[in-house]
T-cell receptor, first 108, second 114 residues
Framework: GIQVEQSPPDLILQEGANSTLRCNFS?????LQWFHQNPWGQLINLFY???GTKQNGRLSATTVATERYSLLYISSSQTTDSGVYFC??????????FGAGTILRVKS | KAGVTQTPRYLIKTRGQQVTLSCSPI?????VSWYQQTPGQGLQFLFE???????NKGNFPGRFSGRQFSNSRSEMNVSTLELGDSALYLC?????????????FGSGTQLSVL
């Protein structure tokens, strides 16, 4: 089945810093989503982005489908950005395969 | 608009028992998926329901089952619980589970099997 690799596994930032999270996947996909898991366990959908670039406030994401990777950019990080960021892909429908996640810690 | 609601939030069971978890999707959403999250295996797809029919299934034993009602609410059942079933069970909904749709997750049910 499709493989999803996220890097880095852990990231510690000072408040105000910028970061880039990467997601590599092993096959063509028609569904790619980025999620943030907060300390209470809820997965918050950040982007649906199987290709192209999208921006939402301080967050933006780019997926280069032909090269099988996606990037999540976080600018001017805040302590509330802490948590685990997941990339998830599917070759069809919503049967998502998740990466192992990037644990982000933002220090004040 | 209310989000995806899962009940109960926490559950403690003993080995051999069975458990039923409930999920109410966002109003108007007809596709409901279930995922299991463990420290060792991460997030894994269990199954998806649409219009009261199971449309996709992950690689879990038959002890894991689910159903969907006519109002799109879904339940999942785990029979003969094992210690390894301890996990956070997450439910997600989308309009029809089709192309271009974001998936929205509930807060999950934390199941502990003793």
């Amino acid at each position: 089945g499709i493989q999803v690799e996220q890097s880095p596994p852990d990231l510690i930032l000072q408040e105000g810093a910028n970061s880039t999270l990467r997601c590599n996947f092993s096959d063509s996909v028609n569904n790619l989503q980025w999620f943030h898991q907060n300390p209470w366990g809820q997965l918050i959908n950040l982007f649906y982005i199987p290709s192209g670039t999208k921006q939402n406030g301080r967050l933006s994401a780019t997926t280069v489908a032909t090269e099988r990777y996606s990037l999540l950019y976080i600018s001017s990080s805040q302590t509330t950005d802490s948590g685990v960021y997941f990339c998830a892909v599917a070759t069809y429908g919503n049967k998502l395969v998740f990466g192992a996640g990037t644990i982000l810690r933002v220090k004040s | 608009k209310a989000g995806v609601t899962q009940t109960p939030r926490y559950l403690i069971k003993t080995r051999g028992q069975q458990v039923t978890l409930s999920c109410s999707p966002i109003s108007g959403h007809r596709s409901v998926s279930w995922y299991q999250q463990t420290p060792g295996q991460g997030l894994q797809f269990l199954f998806e329901y649409f219009s009261e029919t199971q449309r996709n299934k992950g690689n879990f034993p038959g002890r894991f089952s689910g159903r969907q009602f006519s109002n799109s609410r879904s339940e999942m059942n785990v029979s003969t619980l094992e210690l390894g079933d301890s996990a956070l069970y997450l439910c997600a909904s989308s309009l029809e589970g089709g192309y271009g749709e974001k998936l929205f997750f509930g807060s999950g049910t934390q199941l502990s099997v003793l």
